[in-house]
């Protein structure tokens, strides 16, 4: 079985983008490499910020040295990409930037449960800030994705009220991808082996599916 480790944040747009992407890609050559195994892996884009986050265009401007002119239209692009594979992004609904961690202990959860209920979750959550521009952040959002994953509403619960529950599995997988290389997002990585970096067509992640697949075989 092929394994993919997908290692992004929740508030990257790049990360919604890449993940549609591979799965068109996975689409186009699943006969071809046969069972996948797609695991989401965290990584916080600020693991520094408030809970209270902040202004997106203060913080894009202060992070890149980018005008507020030359992020809108970095924003109309990333929408038109994502739209382009099928993930309603919309912009112009993400008005802050938010802490990510209580998202990664939930989706460390949802992994535990099982591989389709994390990779729902992980959809959730891309769409209520991508598209809804959702705090992911807020428990009652987080609560919201669990059950639109269909995920038992009551160890969601408890998973979100607890902030000891998964931190130190949270902490120590992001520390292990940084060791490996990993400081960008996002990042596919291909039976452990294999890095696609960013978020490419679906014909470059189709591509390197192919050649993992083949290598695996010889």
Known sequence: MMQ????????????????????QALAQVGPEIGAVSLRFQPFELNPQ???????????LSRKYGRSREELAGAAQMIQQRAEGLGFPMRTANRTRIWNTFDGHRLLHWAGTVGEAEQKALK???????HRDGLN????????????????DAAEAAAVIDDPQRYAAEVRQEQALWQQAGIHSVPAV???RQYLV?????????AQAL?????????
């Open 123 to 129: 959809q959730a959550l891309l769409l209520a800030y």
């Open 197 to 205: 970096s960013g978020g490419q067509p679906p014909e470059v992640f």
């Open 189 to 191: 990585v291909i039976n």
């Open 4 to 23: 993919i480790d997908f290692v992004s944040d929740i508030v990257c747009p790049w990360c919604a983008i890449g993940l549609a992407s591979l799965e």
């Open 210 to 218: 192919r050649q993992a697949a083949g290598a695996a075989a010889a």
């Open 49 to 59: 910020m408030p809970p209270e986050g902040e202004e997106i265009t203060q913080h």
């Open 136 to 151: 992911p952040a807020d428990p009652a959002v987080l609560r919201a994705a669990a059950a639109e994953a269909g995920l």
